[in-house]
């Protein structure tokens, strides 16, 4: 499931930066549940419920997760932009890079959550959520002119906060694992879950925050937990031992290493042909040309990434992979 939402993140982008079109090709779709996706299964893949918050696990988790996400973000985009560039790229989206930056922490949010507010979890990530969906929406008319406050608010990202609700689904999902089966295995349920997305699908955008808040978090929780249950019931088909599994499980292994890779790689020479491939307008045309553009780029960022890692100090510093000389 991770390495299906990385594909559908450089989709998204060889959309809008390679053809000039971000909602081309079904990307208007994707775009509801793509991101929900990723940090449900960011959130499910952290989630440990043998494991207590206590001060050596805290900084444990939180120095790791540093050298994971936070040290290898920063480097790429000193590549990407090289100073005085660099400065300038420090704001919400952080020249691109800002999932890994909000990746991070969400981790500090729920190691928060998990020790101190216990069963008002739920509550906490949906407060974080609307407030920050709601500062996104409301940043020109009230926020952009907080001075220090709203520097301050920019280097953290905290508009994109609003996945927060995703990644703490999935440490929900994961902690309720076998009520979370026993539901999504009713075809009521299923037949429920996808008329509803439809709908949201259907549903059109307008001004108000709290309808936009709906179609986002509904949306997104509808998306992921279609796809999440899709990826469990097909899993005896995507296991290592078919070739469609063992590929989008490798990619699954080596998302930090697409991501950061794949803005060098993304083929903006495309840009030439948008307006031919505009022309025809067909969807269907559109898909496949983004996606084998897309299909092409992961491949060749796990070929970089691949000979990245042949060298333990490169590996170590750009995608924080643990080599024995490096551990602490």
């Not at 949010?109 to 974080?128: D, Q, R």
């Not at 045309?285 to 092409?296: E, G, K, Y």
């Amino acid at each position: 499931m991770r390495g299906f939402t990385m594909i559908l993140v450089v989709y998204s982008h060889v959309c809008s930066l390679c053809l000039g079109d971000m909602w081309m090709g079904g990307n208007d779709i994707f775009f509801l549940f793509r991101l929900p996706c990723f940090f449900f299964i960011s959130g499910w893949l952290f989630e440990n419920t043998d494991r207590e918050w206590n001060n050596i696990s805290v900084k444990t988790t939180v120095r790791h997760k540093f050298m994971v996400q936070i040290v290898p973000t920063f480097i790429f985009l000193l590549l990407l932009a090289p100073p005085p560039v660099f400065f300038s790229r420090l704001g919400a989206t952080k020249g691109g890079y800002w999932f890994t930056f909000a990746l991070f922490e969400f981790f500090l949010l729920t190691i928060f959550s998990e020790k101190y507010l216990k069963k008002w979890g739920g509550v906490f990530a949906l407060i974080i959520s609307a407030a920050a969906f709601g500062y996104d929406v409301y940043y020109n008319r009230f926020f952009n002119n907080l001075g220090l406050l709203t520097d301050i608010l920019g280097f953290l990202s905290f508009m994109t906060w609003r996945y927060f609700l995703f990644f703490y689904a999935g440490t929900w999902v994961k902690r309720h694992f076998e009520v979370f089966v026993r539901w999504t295995n009713k075809l009521w349920v299923i037949i429920s879950l996808l008329l509803g997305f439809t709908t949201i699908v259907l549903l059109p955008h307008s001004d108000n925050a709290f309808s936009e808040y709906l179609i986002f978090a509904i949306g997104g929780l509808l998306g992921l937990t279609i796809v999440f249950t899709t990826f469990r019931i097909l899993a005896r088909y995507l296991s290592k031992d078919r070739w469609l599994g063992r590929g989008l499980q490798y990619i699954g292994t080596r998302t930090l290493d697409v991501y950061l890779l794949h803005y060098f790689l993304l083929p903006k020479i495309l840009i030439l042909y948008s307006d031919q491939l505009q022309a025809y307008n067909n969807r269907m045309l559109d898909f496949l040309v983004a996606m084998t553009s897309a299909l092409v780029v992961t491949g060749l960022c796990l070929l970089v990434s691949y000979l990245i890692r042949l060298n333990p100090f490169l590996g170590h510093y750009l995608f924080g992979v643990k080599y024995d000389k490096y551990r602490a």
